[in-house]
């Protein structure tokens, strides 16, 4: 596609319920990177996929996450057990090889209540 | 290590006047510098970056940021700023020897009218 998508843009919870998230990055894109961005900072490095190279998941804040990503496709990122400070917008972002421009989605807004 | 600081959480400037959106870096390496801005409720967007060459690198909207390698900074500028810059803005960096993009905790930038 023209740029990276991700589903659903909102999501509300129960805390204690599982969620997964959704990115289509551009098509040939070989680089995806999951952050998260909480209210009022900056953004939190999550995971990062490279083709078909093991993952770093370094940023994965807890066992609770956890990520996919089939080749170079769609990744989803699940929340287990979710908790109200997994409250925030999580951002994916692709890049033609993980060397120069990132193209960021519109996020997923992710509210544990 | 890798990070990247931005001193001031807010900026206010006139419309018409310069506005100037300070960033700071720290890699082990040789630096690769991006520029985001985010608007309310949307992703990130590609303003400019640093990767090699003139120090000067000039952007969207008008944009421009210098490469001081001795100060290692990269602050973001524009001479003449609209209302319509009034957004978050990111200033992103990675080693050249690396792939993960770490951001500061962003500059609220208003400009009023």
């Known amino acids: 596609g023209a740029g990276v998508s991700q589903s659903p843009s909102n999501k509300v919870t129960e805390k204690g319920k599982d969620v997964e998230l959704r990115c289509d990055p551009i098509?040939?894109?070989?680089?995806l990177y999951w952050y998260r961005q909480r209210l009022g900072q900056g953004l939190e490095f999550l995971i990062y996929?490279?083709?078909?190279?093991?993952?770093?998941k370094s940023g994965l804040p807890s066992d609770r996450f956890s990520a996919e990503r089939t080749g170079e496709s769609v990744s989803t990122l699940t929340i287990q057990r979710t908790q109200q400070e997994d409250s925030a917008v999580y951002l994916c972002?692709?890049?033609?090889?993980?060397?120069?421009?990132?193209?960021f989605g519109s996020g997923t807004r992710l509210t544990v209540v | 290590a890798q990070s990247v600081a931005q001193p001031e959480d807010q900026v206010n400037v006139a419309e018409g006047n310069p506005l100037t959106v300070k960033c700071t870096y720290s890699?082990?390496?040789?630096?690769?510098l991006f520029w985001y801005v985010q608007y309310p409720n949307r992703g990130l967007q590609f303003l400019l970056k640093y990767i090699t060459g003139d120090n000067l690198v000039k952007g969207s909207y008008g944009f421009e940021a210098e490469f001081n390698k001795s100060q290692t900074s990269f602050h973001l500028k524009k001479p003449s700023a609209l209302v319509s810059d009034s957004a978050l803005y990111f200033c992103a960096v990675r080693d050249i020897d690396d792939y993960k993009l770490s951001f500061g905790a962003g500059t609220t930038v208003t400009v009023r009218a």
């Open positions: 996929f490279q083709g078909n190279s093991a993952p770093d």
């Open positions: 890699v082990s390496g040789n630096p690769y």
């Open positions: 972002a692709s890049s033609l090889d993980g060397t120069y421009g990132y193209t």
């Open positions: 098509s040939g894109h070989t680089a």
